[in-house]
């Protein structure tokens, strides 16, 4: 689903603060966020808008098709008593990459969650989350090859961003979350999407914001570009299992 500057519902006050003291947004109208990459990726990297299918989790971006999304039950652990509990929450789910008619990336991933709870009952009725920390773990493998297995390792202790490394035993990738969107200097709220880094350059990002678009550098190796492909569908599938 897009998100709009003065047109979404969890952050409409944010929204609202922003448009009432824009003038160029109430003489333009609102408009569609996209996260912001730097301008070296733009000028040298294929740019892949995501086509997401209405009836399921796929999707298709450049010559990647995504099919044969698997959502595991998610399985929640709590611990505790009426007011406080500790709350453990977990999913797995794999997908398949496909590039032309050669190549099939198999890939599998497992998200947690834990988080502390604070429960208020009386006149008014609040929960609070005193702590939470996110993971992802993904292992991808073009043709079942183990020889050039990947593997994807992210973590997020709230209210820091989420960050981790992309790797096999050549060659390894940052990755970091940003809350920084196009014409802004202010990071946003909310996620806006990742980039993928190697020795301080930035070679590939996602957008999660809108229906999301992918960034990959030109220059990379095809089996890099398709590595950070499927890194960046299983963020996108992650978000999605984060946001309900």
Same mark, same amino acid.
């Given at each position: 689903?897009?998100?709009?500057?003065?047109?979404?519902?969890?952050?409409?006050?944010?929204?609202?603060?922003?448009?009432?003291?824009?003038?160029?947004?109430?003489?333009?109208?609102?408009?569609?966020?996209?996260?912001?990459?730097?301008?070296?990726?733009?000028?040298?990297?294929?740019?892949?808008?995501?086509?997401?299918?209405?009836?399921?989790?796929?999707?298709?971006? +450049?010559?990647?098709?995504?099919? %044969?999304?698997?959502? $595991?039950?998610?399985?929640? #652990? @709590? *611990?505790?008593?009426?007011?406080?509990?500790?709350?453990?929450?977990?999913?797995?789910?794999?997908?398949?990459?496909?590039?032309?008619?050669?190549?099939?990336?198999?890939?599998?991933?497992?998200?947690?969650?834990?988080?502390?709870?604070?429960?208020?009952?009386?006149?008014?009725?609040?929960?609070?989350?005193?702590?939470?920390?996110?993971?992802?773990?993904?292992?991808?493998?073009?043709?079942?090859?183990?020889?050039?297995?990947?593997?994807?390792?992210?973590?997020?202790?709230?209210?820091?961003?989420?960050? +981790?490394?992309?790797?096999?035993? %050549?060659?390894?990738? $940052?990755?970091?979350?940003? #809350? @920084? *969107?196009?014409?802004?200097?202010?990071?946003?709220?909310?996620?806006?999407?990742?980039?993928?880094?190697?020795?301080?350059?930035?070679?590939?990002?996602?957008?999660?914001?809108?229906?999301?678009?992918?960034?990959?550098?030109?220059?990379?190796?095809?089996?890099?570009?398709?590595?950070?492909?499927?890194?960046?569908?299983?963020?996108?599938?992650?978000?999605?299992?984060?946001?309900?």
């Amino acid at each position: 689903m897009k998100k709009f500057r003065c047109n979404n519902k969890i952050h409409s006050i944010f929204f609202l603060l922003f448009c009432t003291t824009s003038i160029s947004t109430i003489t333009s109208g609102c408009r569609m966020l996209r996260m912001a990459v730097p301008s070296s990726l733009q000028s040298q990297s294929l740019t892949l808008p995501i086509k997401r299918s209405i009836w399921n989790n796929e999707m298709d971006f +450049g010559a990647y098709r995504v099919r %044969d999304v698997q959502m $595991g039950w998610t399985e929640t #652990h @709590r *611990v505790g008593g009426w007011i406080a509990k500790h709350v453990a929450s977990s999913q797995r789910f794999r997908f398949s990459l496909q590039k032309g008619n050669d190549v099939v990336w198999e890939n599998k991933c497992l998200v947690t969650r834990d988080k502390d709870v604070i429960k208020f009952r009386g006149p008014i009725r609040l929960k609070l989350t005193t702590q939470q920390k996110d993971s992802l773990h993904c292992a991808f493998s073009p043709n079942q090859d183990s020889a050039f297995f990947w593997e994807l390792d992210l973590y997020q202790d709230y209210p820091q961003p989420a960050q +981790g490394r992309l790797h096999n035993n %050549d060659t390894r990738f $940052g990755v970091k979350a940003s #809350h @920084r *969107v196009q014409d802004s200097e202010q990071p946003i709220f909310w996620l806006a999407g990742y980039t993928f880094d190697s020795q301080g350059r930035v070679l590939g990002a996602v957008d999660a914001l809108t229906e999301g678009v992918v960034w990959l550098d030109r220059g990379l190796p095809p089996q890099q570009q398709d590595a950070l492909a499927s890194t960046s569908v299983a963020l996108l599938l992650q978000q999605k299992l984060f946001s309900h």
